[in-house]
DNA sequence: ATGATGTATAGACGATTGTCTATGAGCGAG
DNA sequence: CTCGCTCATAGACAATCGTCTATACATCAT
């Protein structure tokens, strides 16, 4: 049997003349003429080498041949349609899978808008990359991921950003702390305490280096943790004060506090980045378009900040 | 998706291409050449309506679509790959029906090939359609089977046939009947005795019919039995003689016995009768060259007679 | 015989496929 | 930065496909 030249159209009018009984009503059905459905069946027959059908008594019957060749038709065509059904869904983004990247901190505030999205697409797989700024800088430059989630992205020449959401850094200290209770105070009044800070290279220290700078005053005593649990803990145990993302206030906790100082917040916005000409999975294009209209839904009006619409129109027009 | 343009070539060509992981590579090992490998891929691309691969440091990845695409493809491939076998095992007559028609009498002869053909072939399906003369014809000139077993074939214009075994039609009469011992007797002696005969229209009342009148001579008492196991148990009871196939007389049944009758016996054979346009399925071929390889095996000396040899030879030149 | 209905064959033709060669562009290892 | 891979695109061309119309043949029921 030679199967090169097989046409899954081929197989379709065999099927269909098989159903029919004759030849002539498979034209018609198939909107054929009778002669185009001959000619079709006789290449059939040639390609496989062996009759497959035969005429007994005014119908056309599958041979031994034909009925097994008419078994191997409907599940090679059942098999695509099976896969058309998988490519609708693809598309509609109910289905398959992408990959984002988060820096540590955007685990605060991205799975409100995860969960649901896996509630409402069960069948879409994420896979969620979570590390430092350095790593996910790394990954973002091979492109590894399908979207990445960071409060302060690199370089946009190639990729596109959309903030989501407010991500104002504020100066944290113990509940008791004396300048929690001020109306405003200046950070030079605090330069006695002791910092708790991230690693060189974290956004959040990057953006209290700069602002420091700013100000035109530097620390004096400081201590650098690696995690923002740890700078939590370290807080609340008196160690220190820190510049934290006003998110990591659990409004239940109340062993912290937000310290007034001027000049604070830090406006920074959590945002999505997508590189500019990667291909975006339905999927992720879906997770894109699910965040721009339920935004509201899962997150506080005071941390709403929806530019999305703009990212999802971009790969719409794709 | 658009199915109508896809080829099994373009199946085989994205499945080599996926697993070589390069389209050099897959080029090569499909002896064509690159660019030849490239534009299949993107008619491939254009008819799924997806890409399908992706550049992933260096290799070609599937995407998402494309991993699904390609199982589609073995499970297509691997089916059509299926059916070659059972094509090959039908070829080979391994495997397959077909089915064959029999008078009454043959029931004696025929299972001596079928059951060993059967063990040897156990995959292949007989079926097997048993009644009188006048049945079988009816079932001959509608075709309805592959291969006829007659004593006495209908007309041969438009079939072939092969003698496979003599079938000598001998006078019997109980064990003690005095003829039976003698060396030679006339017909014209016997035909004081009652004779049992078939129903007009039975391949052996027809033989005995114009033998008789060859002789010049016609039956005093007859009667008409049905069938020729009632026939047997009637001469052994002394109901009267009769014309029998020598097969009949089974050698332990010491109740019967030939009767030497001068002109007798008759010469008859079984033959195979086969449609000479119509296509032989393999399975029923496989059953011919069975026969005709076998049948000493099979068939006692002295029943032999194989031209069955010529059939086969006939239907293996298609 | 005469239609009616179904099938097969022949000839025609534009669209699609399967293949090539030539050439240019991208990229990782020297 | 160039070499040696890789891949993509363009142009060419014969073979094959997917259709059609016209016509002849085969059955079967008038």
């Not at 003349?17 to 079709?40: D, E, F, I, N, W």
Request: aromatic share 8%; hydrophobic share 40%.
């Amino acid at each position: 049997m030679n199967i090169r030249h097989l046409t899954f159209r081929l197989l379709q009018v065999y099927v269909t003349v098989v159903k029919a009984g004759t030849v002539s009503q498979a034209a018609r059905r198939l909107h054929l003429t009778q002669p185009t459905v001959s000619q079709q069946l006789r290449r059939l027959q040639d390609a496989v080498g062996e009759p497959l059908l035969e005429s007994r008594h005014g119908r056309l019957q599958p041979t031994e041949a034909g009925r097994e060749f008419y078994r191997a038709c409907q599940d090679a065509l059942g098999r695509f349609d099976d896969y058309d059904d998988y490519l609708s869904a693809l598309r509609g983004g109910e289905r398959g899978r992408f990959s984002i990247a988060l820096v540590n901190t955007a685990q605060y505030v991205l799975p409100r808008l995860l969960g649901p999205f896996s509630q409402t697409f069960p069948q879409v797989e994420v896979s969620v990359h979570i590390g430092n700024r350095q790593q996910m800088l790394a990954r973002f430059e091979r492109q590894e991921d399908d979207i990445y989630v960071f409060s302060h992205p690199p370089s946009l020449e190639h990729a596109l950003a959309a903030r989501f959401m407010r991500n104002p850094l504020v100066l944290v200290g113990p509940a008791g702390h004396p300048a929690a209770k001020a109306e405003r105070v200046a950070i030079s009044d605090l330069l006695g305490e002791r910092f708790l800070l991230r690693e060189v290279g974290s956004a959040t220290r990057m953006m209290f280096d700069s602002w420091l700078q700013e100000q035109g005053v530097s620390l004096g005593a400081t201590m650098q943790l690696a995690s923002n649990e740890a700078i939590r803990v370290g807080i609340s145990s008196g160690l220190g004060l820190a510049l934290l993302s006003e998110h990591v206030l659990a409004p239940s906790d109340r062993s912290l506090a937000k310290l007034p100082v001027e000049g604070l917040p830090i406006e920074s916005y959590w945002q999505f980045i997508v590189w500019r000409d990667r291909r975006l999975p339905h999927a992720a294009l879906a997770f894109l378009r699910f965040a721009d209209e339920h935004l509201e839904t899962w997150v506080e009006s005071q941390w709403l900040r929806n530019e999305v619409g703009r990212l999802v129109h971009y790969f719409d027009l794709d």
